[in-house]
């Protein structure tokens, strides 16, 4: 194994050797997955040299996915304080945690020694990466608080400052109307854009991927399914995965107007913009699904779905009042 040393501000010898881990690739390993594995740990100032078995440290066996491959290599690589921070100092991470449960593409929370946390999400798919930078960017360039910004970024990963808080559905009820409408109102504030048809949406204001802060703030996470297309599809995925009720939904669209003073759309722009959303939302069940073919959980809400789209009816197909 590599030697494990504690690096100083200044790169030491010891740190250098330990900074790339050798591994024997799968034979046929794709070469999306193999550059997912060296993007994620270029981020972090560290790096994979894929050798003959002869020379490897690390072994990639048949059967093993490469986001297991690419944990192993995270795990060992932090206990060797071998990750650095970006930044002037470098300062080594300490710790690394695995985050993702049912999500299409893997994602690891990492902190250094003075409680500073940063998220990691990786793809083989350029297209995860590249949504989700375009739409920080965007966030940032609007200096809104209910995102964050990104810390570092390659091709196929992305390194983002952590943002805590507590996820909306855990929240007491006699809460709700109030984080509902300021829910709106950040929505409207992140959907602006000279083309009404190529908006910046976020596809995650829903019970589970927006979280309030200590202060009370509403920020948006998890942003793996964000991608471009009309309001109408952000709001009618918070209508379907955030809101309980019709009453909730009231309280949705009275934010949202509030900030952007649009009125409702008809009900054809309705039907479009959901049929839109359940499409999309199919589309990142299925990746999830690929990753985790044995959760009944994925599966009965591909069927939902599937269902939802079959029938073009508008009952809601997660719970809730229509």
């Excluded at 200590?214 to 998890?222: E, R, S």
Aim: aromatic share 8%; with cysteine; net charge neutral.
């Amino acid at each position: 194994m590599p030697t494990s040393s504690k690096p100083t501000n200044q790169s030491s010898p010891d740190w250098e050797s330990s900074r790339i881990v050798r591994v024997e690739p799968l034979p046929g390993a794709s070469p999306a997955e193999l550059e997912a594995i060296q993007d994620a740990l270029k981020l972090l100032w560290s790096g994979v040299d894929w050798v003959s078995s002869a020379r490897a440290e690390f072994r990639w066996r048949a059967g093993m996915p490469w986001w297991s491959v690419l944990a192993t290599i995270l795990t060992h690589q932090a206990d060797a304080r071998a990750l650095r921070v970006p930044g002037d100092d470098l300062t080594p991470f300490e710790g690394i945690r695995y985050l993702s449960d049912r999500g299409g593409s893997p994602a690891w929370c990492l902190w250094d020694s003075r409680g500073r946390r940063v998220k990691l999400r990786v793809d083989p798919d350029p297209d995860v990466s590249g949504r989700i930078v375009d739409f920080l960017t965007h966030a940032q360039k609007l200096d809104l608080a209910c995102c964050a910004r990104i810390a570092a970024s390659r091709k196929r990963a992305v390194l983002k400052t952590w943002i805590v808080g507590d996820a909306v559905g855990s929240c007491p009820a006699s809460s709700r109307p109030t984080l509902i409408r300021t829910i709106g109102r950040e929505l409207a504030r992140l959907h602006v854009g000279d083309d009404e048809d190529n908006l910046h949406l976020v596809c995650s204001a829903d019970e589970h991927n927006t979280i309030i802060g200590p202060a009370g703030n509403v920020a948006f996470i998890d942003l793996e399914a964000t991608r471009r297309g009309r309001r109408w599809v952000d709001l009618a995925w918070s209508e379907e995965l955030l809101c309980r009720s019709q009453t909730e939904r009231e309280w949705l669209w009275e934010g949202y107007a509030s900030r952007s003073g649009c009125a409702r759309p008809s009900r054809s722009l309705r039907k479009d913009a959901r049929n839109d959303f359940l499409t999309w939302l199919r589309e990142q069940l299925g990746r999830a699904y690929l990753r985790h073919p044995d959760n009944v959980e994925i599966s009965d809400d591909m069927r939902r779905v599937e269902d939802a789209l079959r029938s073009g009816s508008f009952n809601p197909i997660f719970g809730g009042q229509q």
